[in-house]
């Protein structure tokens, strides 16, 4: 095995005069969880589709497992479970026939007795055991989200792409959803898209943060959460004019944001270099004619760079 | 294992589950629907025709039969094909199969065959032979022709039947899989079907070699097409149409499948 799932160099689609991908290029470590984030419209479900063989870049090169998607993307496949964005089966089937179905598409699949075990574990695990019988028709978009990931998984994939796989689910369905791709992923490379940034904060070690086509950030989580810097959360009391301005002059303060909070005037200073505001920041307090009454550090979040980096009016 | 092997490996299984899929569909409601519908509308539509009209020139009862055996499938095999394959291209499902290791080629091909393997079975060969057994009993037709043709013979002409159907279901599938409306797609084999079914256009000598000297009724032959003619002991001078017809199925199919291989899902 490679020491990435998925390589792609310099992808790029376009529809007549709309971009769809622009040069993107990206690397997916084999064996981690990474979430696939950016706005609607920024590309993600046509990555997606160009790695599983569906859509044809119109210039670039993309490897998954190895293989180049369109010289070898049969054998890939072969290695890949794949859940579409808003996934459309065959309606006459049941939900057993249908994973039964996909799970014969793949070689070296079971026979018999043991690919019946096989289909009724994997229903057991997406919690559908009671509605094997079910036709698709009659299922609700959960339900009809957790047979597509079944559907996915049954052939014990190597890589796993799911788009958006909690969409329309509801909080109780979305954890279960969450749980199942953690679950994945000690055996599996899994690559999914999502808009939850609570959910890939939870199970993700890497995100890939698409827009406009282009990746603008990669790598592993911390790494990607290092470009939001840190947030203190400062309180104080008295004449912080001076304090203030002596404050902002820093070069490792990014921004500084007060509020009045009654007598008390709070501050998130953000900070661009944690090290040497770890080192300058308290000896700076102390300084001055005011009272501290409230010093922490906020944790960092995925959302914060998720809209530094994609900025909040994009989102569609 | 070497690498083409595990393609060739690959592809088969992913060929034979789409094809198993289809034929497995067959074998369930869709199946049991198309069995009653075609033993209903063939048996009922041909026992009225040959109940009540006076026959002059012999076994049109089977003329009947054959034609119906025709029209028919021929009618329902372009509108179920226009609708699987361009249905299953908006729906999405085409994709989501095409997500699996499920060569191209071989997914047109599994679903245009298993497609024509059922309808063949349903609307063909199972009315067929029905009115195959109780055609002969019936008393104006006894009359003119006391002996009923020899089954071996019928049942070459149910398999020259299944092959139009075929010719019919590649060019469904080409046009859809180019145009991908199925309106536009039944519409223009529809009128195909008129083309070659109507004596009165000129044909041209070409077209000897389509199934147009098949399935239309030459009035020099007393009303039979070739396919009745063959079933009534005339020895059969259509080869050239058969092989005809085989050859531009299996290009429809192959120029469907070249074109579904540049389609973005």
């Known amino acids: 095995m490679t020491d990435y799932a998925i390589e792609a160099r310099s992808l790029s689609k376009r529809y007549r005069n709309v971009h769809a991908l622009d040069g993107l290029s990206l690397d997916v470590a084999a064996g981690s969880i990474c979430g696939f984030l950016g706005p609607n419209g920024a590309g993600k479900s046509t990555t997606m589709k160009i790695l599983m063989g569906l859509i044809r870049p119109t210039s670039g090169h993309a490897f998954v497992l190895g293989h180049e998607v369109g010289k070898a993307g049969l054998v890939a496949r072969a290695r890949i479970g794949y859940l579409p964005q808003d996934p459309v089966f065959p309606a006459y089937l049941t939900v057993r026939g249908l994973v039964t179905y996909a799970a014969r598409l793949y070689p070296g699949h079971p026979a018999g007795q043991a690919l019946r075990r096989r289909v009724d574990n994997m229903l057991e695990q997406v919690g559908l055991a009671d509605k094997a019988r079910r036709r698709l028709a009659g299922l609700s978009g959960g339900e009809r989200q957790r047979v597509g990931v079944a559907q996915a998984l049954i052939a014990d994939p190597d890589l796993v792409i799911l788009d958006e796989p909690s969409a329309g689910l509801d909080p109780v369905g979305r954890r279960a959803m969450i749980d199942l791709i953690a679950g994945i992923g000690g055996d599996a490379t899994v690559f999914y898209s999502t808009h939850i940034l609570d959910d890939v904060e939870r199970v993700s070690d890497s995100v890939v943060m698409l827009n406009h086509g282009k990746v603008v950030a990669q790598g592993p989580l911390a790494s990607v959460l290092e470009v939001t810097g840190q947030d203190y959360v400062i309180g104080l009391r008295g004449d912080t004019t001076e304090l203030r301005a002596r404050l902002t002059a820093q070069p490792w303060v990014s921004t500084l944001v007060a509020r009045n909070r009654g007598s008390v005037e709070q501050w998130q200073v953000q900070v661009s270099d944690a090290g040497i505001a770890a080192r300058q920041l308290v000896p700076m307090l102390a300084d001055g004619d005011h009272s501290v009454l409230q010093f922490h550090l906020t944790d960092r979040r995925l959302e914060d760079a998720y809209l530094q980096l994609i900025g909040g009016t994009d989102e569609g | ?265």
């Open chain 2, 1 to 265: 294992m070497k690498a083409e092997t595990i393609v060739l490996r690959t592809s088969a299984t992913g060929t034979w589950g789409v094809l198993r899929g289809e034929l497995q569909r067959w074998m369930g409601r869709r199946g049991l629907f198309h069995l009653v519908l075609w033993l209903t509308v063939v048996e009922w539509l041909l026992y009225t025709a040959v109940a009540t009209e006076n026959q002059p020139f012999g076994s049109l009862g089977f003329e009947n039969l054959i034609n119906m055996l025709v029209i028919f499938p021929v009618m329902a095999g372009m509108v179920l094909t226009a609708a699987a394959v361009c249905g299953d291209y908006h729906d999405g499902t085409t994709g989501w199969v095409l997500g699996k290791p499920v060569p191209r080629g071989g997914y047109v091909a599994a679903s245009v065959a298993g497609l024509w393997f059922g309808l063949a079975a349903t609307a063909i060969v199972v009315p067929g032979l029905v009115a195959y057994w109780w055609l002969p009993r019936v008393e104006p037709y006894r009359f003119v022709t006391p002996a009923a043709p020899a089954l071996g013979r019928f049942l070459v002409a149910l398999g020259l039947l299944s092959i139009i159907l075929a010719f019919f279901m590649g060019a469904t599938a080409l046009l859809s899989i180019v145009i991908r409306r199925r309106g536009a797609v039944v519409a223009i084999v529809a009128w195909l079907l008129l083309m070659l079914r109507t004596p009165i256009l000129p044909y041209a000598d070409w077209m000897d070699h389509t199934p147009s000297r098949l399935i239309r009724t030459d009035t020099s032959l007393g009303g039979w097409s070739h396919v009745t003619e063959y079933i009534h002991d005339v020895p059969f001078d259509a080869i050239p149409a058969v092989i005809g017809t085989i050859a531009l199925t299996v290009a429809f199919v192959a120029g469907a499948i070249l074109v579904f291989r540049r389609l973005d899902f």
